[in-house]
């Protein structure tokens, strides 16, 4: 089985770049499963119901987010009516949303999907990893393969969720930092992991934003209003093999890819 997992969607340029790609990767890689953090994908912030009609109108199969999935307040009308729309599963009892989902792939095979957000110059959150053994012991009722999405500020906290949970899931991949890391491996029990996955939007820029504005605010230190850049749009993520009776990742590979005419 393969997974197709799409770094941090940034706004318009990103959502185009998956618009023209995904059809070919999908075929030519025989994905199975789509995944895609999609918290960035209405004008860099959050999330709107069209925005989210578009990516899963592209075949998207599972969106999961992050601290930027409440900043469009209509996220509140719609949030419950999507049940692979994921925010994380870490926020307090009685939140909107789902923080986990068990998707099918095209051949009808049960997939959990889990969504975390780390606490490390972070929201205070419920701890990601007591809520990852409480969510995994769940979704393992219904499948072995399990994907985690932690989404995440430092390093330590999601190399240390990756081991935390090595053989637990098939998969931990990291976003939020928008900037991919080359640390793609199989940890020794058959989890695959990433640091972050990468961004899908314009990599002249800085973390999807206009340069010139970003440091401005560096140098003056004033708030500003973000841009997003448009210019050399990439689609970072993974793919990801995984044995469907084992749930064990067997590949992990990093995917850089530019649409055509750029």
Not at 108 to 125: A, D, T
Request: hydrophobic residues 40%.
């Amino acid at each position: 089985m393969k997974v197709l997992f799409i770094g941090d969607i940034i706004g318009k340029p990103g959502r185009r770049a998956v618009s023209k790609l995904l059809p070919t990767l999908v075929n030519d890689n025989r994905i199975d499963l789509v995944i895609a953090n999609g918290e960035n994908a209405a004008g860099g912030f959050g999330l709107t119901r069209k925005v989210v009609e578009e990516l899963f109108a592209m075949k998207i199969d599972v969106l999961t987010s992050g601290n930027h999935i409440w900043d469009k307040k209509e996220i509140s009308d719609f949030i419950d009516e999507y049940d692979t729309l994921l925010r994380p599963a870490n926020y307090p009892d009685g939140s909107l949303g789902h923080g986990s989902v068990i998707a099918s792939s095209i051949a009808g095979k049960p997939i959990g999907v889990l969504n975390l957000e780390g606490r490390v110059f972070m929201k205070p959150l419920e701890c990601p990893f007591r809520v990852a053994e409480k969510k995994i012991a769940e979704l393992r009722q219904y499948t072995d393969i399990i994907i985690v999405d932690i989404h995440a500020e430092a390093t330590s906290e999601k190399q240390a969720l990756g081991w935390y949970l090595d053989g637990k899931v098939s998969a931990v991949l990291g976003t939020h930092t928008h900037v991919q890391t080359a640390d793609e491996r199989l940890l020794p029990q058959g989890t695959a992991y990433i640091t972050d996955a990468g961004m899908t939007g314009p990599l002249d820029s800085v973390i999807g934003m206009k340069s010139e504005i970003i440091i401005r605010k560096f140098l003056t230190s004033l708030p500003a209003r973000y841009d997003i850049a448009k210019h050399n749009v990439w689609l970072q993520g993974v793919i990801l093999t995984i044995d469907d009776q084992s749930g064990r990742s067997t590949h992990i590979e990093r995917l850089n890819v530019k649409p055509e005419g750029q």
